[in-house]
């Protein structure tokens, strides 16, 4: 892992790497290395907001809209904020908000932002009518760049230890949040199984 | 966490002191309850009465003696750790303790004070406090009379008698109720 970090420090600085990006000056193209390049880049849950569908057809039932949003490098780990994201999958924007303003947890803080931001985005860019009217359809977390620190102990020992960041993704979506699902019961299990025995059928044979 | 530091040499000196106890024979448990082993015995002839125990015994004495610490046999699959980590027991729970505040609509729980409410009285509480602070001057000034707060267009009514008053320069605020 340490030869693959001094690569990646020193990517930068391979010649062959800038003309291999396709500009025909090297000196005015974009260094295509991992750590220039993770500066500015766009990523995937960021681009999703720019697709736009066709018009829909007048019989047609009316797409609800979605709104993607996250924040990045959130000095935070990532499964502590999984915990938070697992409580409000599923909730209006609302009781969201709520159960985050009284959870003690850093990266409510942080989520509660996001969610206003997002929902300050809804009514301004993505023609949402009313700000309450939207539920969350999924919120996941990532990881983000770890950092590796020494940290010293007595008599002079040290140990790594790493400096984890996470990322935090959250959807948005118009309407009321959907009912949650029943839990399966046993004659449920039951039914399953006994379809499951009378699908089988004969196989290789006339 | 990975310390840096081997474990080789405590090891060797854990070693060293065990065979130092057993040379001195300060170690009679290990040879099954004999006194001395080293010590006189009976000179017999052939190698009969040799005392076989000493060279069994050696081998598993300094294994069995040494206190050996709990460590985790196999790794922990990513599944096991999931079902550990995903348990119920370990979700954050929904609060359901949550209202509406009347006074401001802001979000408060229900056995405790409304966070906005609090911060406005607090915030209050201070400019009372700087107008008090300029009245007396120092640290250590404070008459030994109530105090009386009171805000524009009002006057010290009767109760009021014997009592410092600290003028503050705004309007009396809705919560602050006089008297």
Redesign the interface.
């Known amino acids: 892992s340490g030869a693959a970090w001094a690569r990646g420090l020193l990517s930068w600085a391979r010649p062959e790497r800038w003309l291999a990006s396709g500009s025909l000056f090297p000196l005015s193209c974009i260094h295509t290395s991992t750590s220039l390049q993770q500066i500015g880049r766009i990523g995937k849950w960021e681009k999703k907001n720019r697709i736009v569908y066709p018009p829909q057809l007048p019989g047609e039932p009316r797409r609800p809209a979605e709104i993607y949003h996250c924040r990045r490098e959130i000095k935070y780990s990532k499964d502590k904020m999984w915990y938070l994201a697992k409580l409000i999958k599923g909730m209006s924007i609302d009781q969201a908000l709520a159960q985050l303003e009284f959870s003690d947890k850093k990266g409510a803080k942080v989520i509660k932002e996001v969610l206003l931001e997002a929902q300050e985005m809804a009514v301004r860019k993505h023609n949402v009518e009313f700000k309450s009217n939207l539920h969350i359809a999924e919120s996941q977390t990532g990881r983000g760049r770890y950092v590796k620190r020494v940290r010293c102990h007595g008599k002079g020992m040290f140990g790594m230890m790493k400096i984890s960041r996470c990322h935090y993704f959250v959807k948005l979506v118009e309407g009321p949040p959907p009912p949650p699902e029943p839990p399966k019961t046993g004659f449920d299990q039951a039914k399953e199984y006994v379809q499951q025995l009378r699908n089988r059928t004969l196989v290789h044979t006339l | 966490?990975?310390?840096?530091?081997s474990p080789l040499p405590r090891l060797r000196a854990l070693l060293q002191r065990c065979w130092g106890r057993l040379e001195r024979g300060l170690w009679p448990s290990v040879f099954g309850g004999q006194s001395s082993p080293w010590g006189p015995a009976l000179a017999v002839q052939g190698p009969t009465l040799i005392p076989q125990g000493i060279n069994d015994a050696e081998a598993p004495s300094l294994l069995e003696s040494v206190v050996w610490m709990a460590a985790p046999k196999q790794r922990r699959t990513i599944e096991v750790n999931r079902c550990r980590?995903?348990n119920p027991n370990?979700?954050?729970e929904?609060?359901r303790n949550?209202d509406v505040c009347p006074e401001c609509g802001n979000?408060k729980?229900k056995h405790v004070l409304c966070g906005y409410c609090y911060a406005k009285v607090k915030e209050e509480t201070r400019l009372i406090r700087m107008e008090i602070y300029k009245k007396e001057g120092g640290p250590f000034n404070t008459p030994t009379v109530e105090t009386v707060v009171l805000y524009e267009g009002e006057k010290p009514t009767e109760k009021d008698k014997g009592k410092r008053i600290i003028e503050r320069a705004r309007k009396r605020p809705s919560w602050f109720v006089q008297n």
């Open positions: 966490l990975v310390l840096v530091r980590r995903r370990k979700l954050i929904i609060k949550i979000l729980q």
